[in-house]
């Protein structure tokens, strides 16, 4: 068994890290607004499985001493995966576990999760370089970001904070391709802007840095379930998912002005979509990848 061993210390310069251009375009104040009213949250169902990947006798005990679990989100972002995952355990009384929440994030955003919720602590940090000591932590959550950091320096990384046995998480909300409106609005007005430096989830790339033996030393065979997410929004809403994707929201103003013609020229055209007036609602349907697996 391989560990990653620090002689107990915080490690806070590990690795040298930087954030890359295309992701750190995407926390402007205006973007991260956007962002926020336009980008889906995660459905209950994906929440459960989560909570029972981290504990899977979470539910049910009726102790009145409840067990402490230290849990880190790397790539918090704007905080939507960390309200969503809160707000979860606030409505579910019966999950019987405390959480110790620290939330890392690398861009100057960092600063404005601090008011997201007085049970979590926010710290600045990369995925190579994340700021917490060795086997002090219960589970590793990274939502819509691991292919931003996906290399073995990473992975090393979090392997050294993780206890034995304890889960890393990764969750995104992709675009449901098997809607034709939407496989559109992704190859057509998305897809286009991405340079190939720029990495993005659904290119599947960062799965290969599992397949590597070191990787294969350090953690168990990774596993995936996936889920519908429906989301159910106005035009702005559909055109807002477009503008705050990162690639698009370093563009200049008009730039951004013919993407977003771009969009209303495909819900006016398209078959499935144009019945819709200007005041109705879209059905912008996702599918939530889970994919998680067990420090060794």
Known sequence: MLRYISSGRVIRKRFLSS????AASGFSKDNVARYEAARPS???EVLNLLMNIIVPSAEGN????KPEYSLCELGAGTGKF???FLDYVRRNRNIACKFNYLAVEPSDFAHHLEGLSSSITVKRGFGENIPTSDDSTDAVMIAQAFHWM?????LKEIHRILKPGSPLILVWNGYDSDIDWIRRFESDIIVPHYT???PRYQSMEWRHVFESNTTRSLFSPLRTEHFVNATV????MVVGRALSTSVIASKNEDERRAIEEQVYELLRTHPDTKHIDKNGQYNL????LVAYTRAL
């Not at 009726?62 to 001493?65: A, G, T």
């Not at 996906?150 to 990473?154: D, G, P, T, V």
């Open 42 to 44: 995660y459905t209950d």
């Open 196 to 198: 190939p430096d720029v």
């Open 82 to 84: 960390t309200h969503s």
């Open 233 to 236: 929004g106005p035009i702005e």
């Open 19 to 22: 954030l890359h251009p295309a």
């Open 62 to 65: 009726q102790s009145p001493n």
């Open 150 to 154: 996906a290399n073995e320096s990473c």
């Open 285 to 288: 349907q996702y599918r939530t």
